[in-house]
């Protein structure tokens, strides 16, 4: 086996030892930001199933009380995900693009979350013509029967405003959507970039 003679070539393998340590570092802690990102995605199915639990006549309390859980674990994974931006953001280690990759996460992440809970409050909320009427203020004349005091017959003005404000509805629901299956798109693919990142840096 030939052996390098060359003045400086202890330093040169130092720095290889250097340069492959902070890969295997890298990799490392891609590696745990996408264990947040998984833990994020557990996040989300257990909210969706307690609002469809709560659409189904679950009680708010309930509901109110996971929000709160989910909040917490939903902060508790931002800060996780600042605290590797500065890892990258670091001298040593001097990955600004993989800082700059994890913050578009942080981004899009945000407007998901914003989008997930403006959809929920909209389909909690429901179309404005087929909300429940609310029957506080009629007259009872048993505990079973009562003269509804919102009865009456619809003028063409109201089915008018009751059809814009459906419409209205619509439109914000379906922007919603759009703009949280844009946000759900583009987390993906960020995430393949941290993939590729992985698989370029162990085959280095």
Not at 60 to 83: A, M, P, R
């Amino acid at each position: 086996m030939e052996v390098c003679e060359r003045e400086g070539g202890g330093e040169e393998a130092m720095e290889i030892d250097k340069s492959s340590s902070r890969s295997t570092t890298t990799v490392d802690v891609l590696r745990k930001f996408l264990s947040i990102q998984q833990r994020r995605a557990e996040a989300y199915a257990k909210l969706r199933r307690g609002f469809s639990d709560y659409v189904s006549g679950g009680g708010e309390s309930e509901y109110q009380q996971l929000c709160g859980e989910i909040t917490v674990e939903f902060n508790d994974c931002s800060k996780q995900v600042l605290d590797i931006e500065s890892q990258f953001l670091n001298p040593e280690t001097c990955r600004n693009d993989l800082a700059d990759l994890l913050k578009a996460v942080q981004e899009e992440e945000k407007k998901k979350l914003q989008l997930t809970v403006k959809i929920q409050l909209l389909k909690k909320a429901g179309r404005p013509s087929e909300r429940l009427v609310n029957h506080n203020h009629c007259r009872f004349r048993t505990p079973t029967e009562h003269l509804c005091m919102h009865v009456h017959e619809i003028t063409e003005d109201e089915g008018t405003a009751d059809a814009e404000a459906d419409a209205e509805y619509d439109g914000a629901l379906k922007d919603a959507i759009m703009g949280l299956q844009y946000a759900v798109t583009s987390i993906n693919e960020h995430l393949e970039e941290v993939r590729y990142e992985i698989n370029d840096l162990e085959t280095e």
